[in-house]
């Protein structure tokens, strides 16, 4: 994609414009001095020198999401994509339980055999529309994530027991998917105890801005019963309902892009890291630069544990054939070549290097405050 005139590589070279000229005349090429050259030509020239060609890499490597904005082809090709959705609320309100329940009743409707293996997502269909659920905690998701710059949720559904009510941890889940400007659906759980007493959840949640539209407001509520199993179909309409008037869009065709959901360590298999697309398509083989790390990505294995060569946006996949373990939250780009995806990972590696030592002093120079 690079390319100098005649002159200006003749200048970098050291050499007479003419001598360039007559060197590629040649090797069977015409040109005059404001000739612009291209990648193959500017690198016969140089090996003829004996000079070896180092590409100058022009993009801020601290900034993945810019390089991939910068890459953006005309006429994108948008197309909708699935809901990316997490789960919040406080403890023992039943999110585990719910995230269980979506999942089973779905597996059990869909294809036989799919066995679910824990990959920090999944996703279902509901009315041959997909759904991607996050399966990390709510709050990590948020947290976590939103502080390393990901924004990933495109919905959450907060869950309040109806039997409990509103609880600081429920409190602090609207503040995170306020400040992320992620919308709420609340799903008022176990319905099924005696003791649930959905107005009072509704009462509560009011007074945190959460109006119900029987009361004039705009959120929607959703009683459902994660143990039995009730109300999940309705939730999942409320799901599709909501995604549908966000529009969310993206490009299947282009290079993908996204985002960490977990990452490790693995003693067979090395770095494994579970990747949320958020744009693009990734394949099989594709450079990539996932956080500070790269490579090819060698293995893609989706949520029922199948073996793909593709996963389009909103598709979590666990990923091998990264030269190091990155961390959840971390941003990915895929690169047009490996040479480039090695290049901008190991001067990301280093740069990240650096900046943990000047961390790291710092935070002791605190420490020795905090101890005065
Ligand atoms: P989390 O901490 O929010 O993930 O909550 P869990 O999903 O672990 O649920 C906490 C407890 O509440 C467990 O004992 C669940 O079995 C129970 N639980 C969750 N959902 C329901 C429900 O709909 N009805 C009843 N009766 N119990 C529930
Ligand atoms: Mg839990």
């Given at each position: 994609?690079?390319?100098?005139?005649?002159?200006?590589?003749?200048?970098?070279?050291?050499?007479?414009?003419?001598?360039?000229i007559k060197k590629l005349?040649?090797?069977?090429?015409?040109?005059?001095i404001n000739q612009e050259?291209?990648?193959?030509?500017?690198?016969?020239?140089?090996?003829?020198?004996?000079?070896?060609?180092?590409?100058?890499?022009?993009?801020?490597?601290?900034?993945?999401?810019?390089?991939?904005?910068?890459?953006?082809?005309?006429?994108?090709?948008?197309?909708?994509?699935?809901?990316?959705?997490?789960?919040?609320?406080?403890?023992?309100?039943?999110?585990?339980?719910?995230?269980?329940?979506?999942?089973?009743?779905?597996?059990?409707?869909?294809?036989?055999?799919?066995?679910?293996?824990?990959?920090?997502?999944?996703?279902?269909?509901?009315?041959?529309?997909?759904?991607?659920?996050?399966?990390?905690?709510?709050?990590?998701?948020?947290?976590?994530?939103?502080?390393?710059?990901?924004?990933?949720?495109?919905?959450?559904?907060?869950?309040?027991?109806?039997?409990?009510?509103?609880?600081?941890?429920?409190?602090?889940?609207?503040?995170?998917?306020?400040?992320?400007?992620?919308?709420?659906?609340?799903?008022?759980?176990?319905?099924?105890?005696?003791?649930?007493?959905?107005?009072?959840?509704?009462?509560?949640?009011?007074?945190?801005?959460?109006?119900?539209?029987?009361?004039?407001?705009?959120?929607?509520?959703?009683?459902?019963?994660?143990?039995?199993?009730?109300?999940?179909?309705?939730?999942?309409?409320?799901?599709?309902?909501?995604?549908?008037?966000?529009?969310?869009?993206?490009?299947?065709?282009?290079?993908?892009?996204?985002?960490?959901?977990?990452?490790?360590?693995?003693?067979?298999?090395?770095?494994?890291?579970?990747?949320?697309?958020?744009?693009?398509?990734?394949?099989?083989?594709?450079?990539?630069?996932?956080?500070?790390?790269?490579?090819?990505?060698?293995?893609?294995?989706?949520?029922?544990?199948?073996?793909?060569?593709?996963?389009?946006?909103?598709?979590?996949?666990?990923?091998?054939?990264?030269?190091?373990?990155?961390?959840?939250?971390?941003?990915?780009?895929?690169?047009?070549?490996?040479?480039?995806?090695?290049?901008?990972?190991?001067?990301?590696?280093?740069?990240?290097?650096?900046?943990?030592?000047?961390?790291?002093?710092?935070?002791?120079?605190?420490?020795?405050?905090?101890?005065?």
């Open positions: 994609t690079e390319s100098l005139s005649v002159g200006e590589l003749a200048k970098k070279l050291g050499r007479e414009p003419s001598e360039i005349f040649m090797l069977g090429v015409m040109a005059t050259l291209d990648k193959d030509a500017i690198e016969l020239i140089c090996a003829d020198y004996g000079v070896e060609v180092e590409e100058e890499i022009k993009i801020d490597v601290t900034d993945l999401e810019v390089y991939f904005e910068q890459n953006e082809e005309d006429g994108a090709d948008l197309s909708e994509r699935p809901p990316v959705v997490t789960i919040m609320g406080h403890v023992d309100h039943g999110k585990t339980t719910l995230l269980d329940s979506i999942r089973q009743t779905k597996v059990t409707e869909g294809e036989a055999g799919g066995i679910t293996q824990h990959i920090g997502a999944y996703q279902v269909v509901d009315n041959g529309k997909k759904i991607t659920f996050l399966d990390t905690p709510g709050h990590a998701a948020f947290t976590t994530m939103r502080a390393r710059g990901a924004k990933v949720t495109d919905l959450t559904i907060l869950v309040v027991a109806a039997d409990d009510g509103v609880m600081p941890q429920t409190v602090e889940a609207i503040n995170h998917a306020k400040a992320a400007e992620v919308p709420i659906i609340v799903a008022v759980n176990k319905m099924d105890k005696p003791t649930a007493n959905p107005d009072r959840v509704m009462q509560e949640l009011t007074e945190h801005g959460l109006v119900p539209e029987d009361w004039g407001g705009d959120t929607i509520f959703v009683p459902v019963s994660a143990l039995k199993g009730e109300g999940i179909d309705t939730l999942l309409e409320m799901i599709l309902l909501v995604a549908e008037v966000a529009e969310l869009k993206a490009n299947p065709k282009r290079r993908a892009m996204g985002s960490v959901i977990e990452a490790q360590l693995d003693k067979g298999r090395g770095s494994v890291a579970t990747l949320l697309v958020q744009d693009g398509t990734l394949h099989i083989g594709d450079p990539i630069v996932v956080g500070n790390t790269f490579g090819r990505v060698r293995a893609m294995v989706n949520d029922i544990g199948r073996r793909v060569k593709e996963a389009g946006p909103s598709t979590p996949v666990e990923i091998t054939g990264l030269n190091d373990v990155p961390q959840a939250g971390d941003r990915f780009v895929v690169f047009e070549d490996e040479k480039t995806a090695r290049q901008i990972g190991e001067s990301r590696s280093s740069a990240a290097a650096v900046e943990n030592r000047t961390e790291k002093s710092r935070v002791t120079l605190d420490n020795l405050f905090e101890q005065m």
